[in-house]
C-alpha cells in the first residue's frame, strides 16, 4: 500500500505563506490522482474538504474555490512528491491538511496523517 507523508504545517500570519509536501512511496503516478484535502476545527472525518487536486497523467488541476488564486499544486515525480504552495493565508485556512493519492478508475483513497495549518490574524 502507497504510503503518505506530510510535512510543511505549522503557525503563519494572515497574509503568509506555506508550503507543504507529500512525500510518496509511490513510483508511478500515470494512472492516479493526488491531492490535498482540509479539515478545519470542529469538523470531523467526513467532513474533509478537496482544496486542490493534480492528475498524474496530464498534470490537470482542481481547486476549491475558497482557493483558487491563492493555493497551486504541484506534482514532482522525480522526487516522487506532491506539493501545495498555499499564498496569502486567511484564518479560515486554519485546518489540519491531508495529502491523498487515488486511482483514476476507483473511490478507494489513500489518505496521509495529515498536518496542521493555523493561521493566526
Known amino acids: 500500500q502507497v504510503q503518505l507523508v506530510e510535512s510543511g504545517g505549522g503557525l503563519v500570519q494572515a497574509g503568509g505563506s506555506l508550503r507543504l509536501s507529500c512525500a510518496t512511496s509511490?513510483?508511478?503516478?500515470?494512472?492516479?490522482?493526488m491531492g490535498w484535502y482540509s479539515q478545519p476545527p470542529g469538523k470531523d472525518r467526513e467532513e474533509r474538504e478537496l482544496?486542490?487536486?493534480?492528475?498524474?497523467?496530464?498534470?490537470?488541476?482542481g481547486y476549491a474555490d475558497s482557493v483558487k488564486g491563492r493555493f497551486t499544486v504541484n506534482l514532482d515525480t522525480a522526487k516522487n512528491a506532491v506539493y501545495l504552495k498555499k499564498n496569502t493565508l486567511a484564518t479560515e485556512d486554519t485546518a489540519i491538511y491531508y495529502c491523498?493519492?487515488?486511482?483514476?478508475?476507483?473511490?478507494?483513497?489513500?489518505w496521509g496523517r495529515g498536518t496542521q495549518v493555523v493561521v493566526s490574524s
Open positions: 509511490a513510483r508511478t503516478f500515470s494512472n492516479y490522482e
Open positions: 491523498i493519492f487515488k486511482p483514476t478508475t476507483t473511490e478507494v483513497v489513500t
Open positions: 482544496v486542490a487536486s493534480i492528475m498524474g497523467r496530464g498534470g490537470g488541476t
